[in-house]
């Protein structure tokens, strides 16, 4: 903080917030296809930030002392079933977003089971690591699939690792890394033939594919139309475009979800009584996401889709002109990963788009399938999408003029020998600080707090050569190396 001693004028604080962000990936424009959505709709942001800023203090931990709250989390709600075909039955909480949702739904899962002593959850390979968080919080062991060639969830094969511990399935409506659906009918059939319950994890797909199918595309059937779904998940703050904080778990009967619910009354304050794993909740999000889906609507939504799966569809067909990329998996809605010919590596691509103001996300190698690039499209990308596809070229014959990042071989065989239980503090400060992460100047790098001080942290611009190294270590060593340099960044600032 600036000024520990006095109150700081209002204009100088929020200047300094504007100063603060001046580094931050932009989160509207449709540049950024990643980690934000963005309607290209001002009004809608409008009506959010207002909402947001008028609720900000309400509080969610009582829905009798905020009524308001209750009545607005009850209408996204109906809304969300509405849209995905829930029966007169189903029920739902709005939850903070994905994660959450997953938490609850998984704990959900295991809480109805008491007499499991060591439960289980059956997941494909490309479910979202949100699961595997859930899994470790929850001490429910994740029996982990390998998805089919066309990196869907392999149907056969994830019901024979139902067993009687099982307490879940899972599977994705699209899948994040890839964007695919799995076979959610063959997959809850088996579960529903076992008695377990089945999650579909739509969080990044479950506000578009509706009205996709509704637009005349082909949809796979993922929704509570499909036997066996017992749960599903849709995030309001990435395709209802509202802002961060929103998501709606969906349950299909009340019975369902009642695990879900905590109370604790043996205490000798208020009988605490959530839904979700908070407990004071801010009322700002929840109105937000009530007010953009309020002012957006459905047909407005029918719209974004028609607008951002157009966009996707010329996206997918200007790729076509650049032999040295290749798409994946053909998209089930408007994620898009890609893959190069070797002739460069896609580190390198993103650091030239994101020279160029284009931010794609790099994926990592992972079993024996090779490093992508994902892409998340919005509708604000929609419209920017020719723009995009030039870059694109450019990085392309850029990175293929570099050459993909070569790793010193002495280097590679030292990254691969290392054991991550193993590592002291001083290694990982040592393994930080070659990589360029923390310590010194990496050349053009951004200091991760401006002004932060002498220690503060500079992260590299260029991520290529990290990048690449991190692609060669085991996914175990690469936890165990972002979570020390995570360590290292969050440090206070006095
Ligand atoms: C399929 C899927 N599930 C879960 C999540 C987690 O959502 P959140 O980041 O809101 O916690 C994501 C996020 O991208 C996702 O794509």
């Given at each position: 903080m600036t000024d520990p001693d006095g109150p700081a004028h209002a204009a100088g604080v929020l200047a300094r917030l504007d100063a603060l962000r001046a580094?931050?990936?932009?989160?509207?424009?449709?540049?950024?296809?990643?980690?934000?959505?963005?309607?290209?709709?001002?009004?809608?942001?409008?009506?959010?930030?207002?909402?947001?800023?008028?609720?900000?203090?309400?509080?969610?931990?009582?829905?009798?002392?905020?009524?308001?709250?209750?009545?607005?989390?009850?209408e996204l709600v109906g809304f969300t079933c509405n849209l995905l075909d829930a029966p007169e039955t189903a029920v739902g909480t709005v939850t903070s977003g994905g994660t959450e949702s997953i938490l609850l739904a998984v704990q959900a899962a295991r809480?109805?089971?008491?007499?499991?002593?060591?439960?289980?959850?059956?997941?494909?390979?490309?479910?979202?690591?949100?699961f595997l968080k859930a899994a470790h919080y929850f001490r429910v062991q994740p029996v982990v699939v390998p998805v089919s060639d066309d990196f869907r969830a392999d149907a056969a094969a994830m019901a024979e690792a139902i067993d009687g511990r099982c307490v879940l399935v899972v599977v994705s409506a699209p899948s994040y890394a890839h964007g695919v659906v799995d076979p959610v009918t063959e997959v809850a059939a088996a579960a529903a033939a076992r008695g377990v319950r089945c999650h579909v994890d739509a969080c990044i797909g479950g506000w578009v594919l509706p009205y996709a199918a509704r637009l005349g595309r082909e949809v796979p059937p993922w929704t509570f139309d499909v036997d066996g779904v017992t749960s599903v998940s849709v995030d309001l703050h990435k395709y209802a475009y509202t802002p961060k904080g929103a998501s709606v778990l969906l349950h299909r009967t009340p019975e369902l979800r009642r695990p879900q619910f905590f109370?604790?009354?043996?205490?000798?304050?208020?009988?605490?009584?959530?839904?979700?794993?908070?407990?004071?909740?801010?009322?700002?999000?929840?109105?937000?996401?009530?007010?953009?889906?309020?002012?957006?609507?459905?047909?407005?939504?029918?719209?974004?889709?028609?607008?951002?799966?157009?966009?996707?569809?010329?996206?997918?067909?200007?790729?076509?002109?650049?032999?040295?990329?290749?798409?994946?998996?053909?998209?089930?809605?408007?994620?898009?990963a890609l893959a190069t010919d070797g002739s460069c590596d896609v580190f390198t691509i993103a650091d030239e788009m994101l020279e160029a103001g284009w931010y794609v996300q790099p994926q990592l190698t992972h079993a024996g399938r090779p490093p992508t690039l994902h892409l998340t499209l919005s509708a604000a990308t929609a419209v920017h999408v020719e723009e995009f596809l030039a870059a694109l070229r450019v990085a392309v014959t850029r990175a293929v003029a570099a050459g993909p990042v070569r790793v010193d071989p002495g280097v590679a065989d030292f990254v691969r020998s290392l054991d991550p239980d193993a590592l002291s503090d001083e290694d990982f400060d040592g393994l930080l600080a070659a990589a360029g992460l923390i310590g010194g100047n990496a050349g053009g790098g951004v200091a991760a707090e401006p002004g932060a001080g002498a220690a503060a942290l500079v992260l590299p611009r260029r991520m290529a050569e990290v990048n690449a190294l991190l692609d060669l270590a085991s996914p175990a060593l690469r936890e165990a190396l972002l979570v020390a340099f995570l360590d290292r960044l969050a440090r206070p600032v006095r």
């Open positions: 580094h931050d990936l932009p989160t509207h424009g449709g540049r950024t296809l990643a980690y934000v959505y963005d309607s290209g709709l001002a009004d809608a942001d409008e009506v959010g930030r207002a909402a947001l800023a008028m609720f900000g203090s309400s509080n969610g931990l009582d829905p009798t002392a905020f009524p308001s709250l209750l009545r607005m989390e009850n809480d109805a089971r008491p007499e499991v002593a060591e439960p289980t959850m059956v997941l494909p390979s490309t479910a979202h690591a949100a109370a604790r009354a043996d205490w000798p304050g208020y009988t605490m009584l959530n839904s979700t794993t908070q407990s004071t909740r801010s009322g700002g999000p929840l109105a937000a996401a009530w007010a953009v889906v309020q002012h957006i609507g459905d047909r407005g939504y029918l719209r974004l889709t028609e607008q951002v799966l157009d966009g996707t569809d010329r996206l997918l067909a200007g790729l076509v002109e650049l032999p040295e990329l290749r798409v994946v998996a053909a998209p089930d809605s408007t994620l898009v």
